[in-house]
């Protein structure tokens, strides 16, 4: 069974950092790309985030370049998503998803696994 289970959101202030983790099982995890997501309450799911699998290519949102980190550690079936200099805009549920096999990152549809979100709040 694929399962993805993002934790280490939490409650921060502006400027403040939290790292995120998503930890998967059930698939072998290094053949694929693994995305982070967000909505925040009564806006749409937006993509935040994603790492290819062979040669870790990433890419971000205008909205979080230079602010936020993607990266996976295969040994430990794990991604993080590194957020530094937070704003109360990035205050949402945060998700990770899995792309299909052979899929690299694109739009929310090549993503078929999804996770449980992780809490983000960003206080002004």
Known sequence: EVQLQ???GGLVQAGGSLRPSCLASGFT???YAIGWFRQAPGKEREGVSCISS???ITTYAN???GRFTISRDDAKNTVYLQMSSLRPEDTAVYYCAR???GS???SEPV???WGQGTQVTVSS
């Open 6 to 8: 993002a934790s280490g």
């Open 99 to 101: 792309a299909g096999y």
């Open 63 to 65: 909205s979080v370049k």
């Open 29 to 31: 995890f290094d053949d």
């Open 104 to 106: 690299t990152c694109g």
């Open 54 to 56: 062979i040669g870790g």
């Open 111 to 113: 993503f078929g696994s």
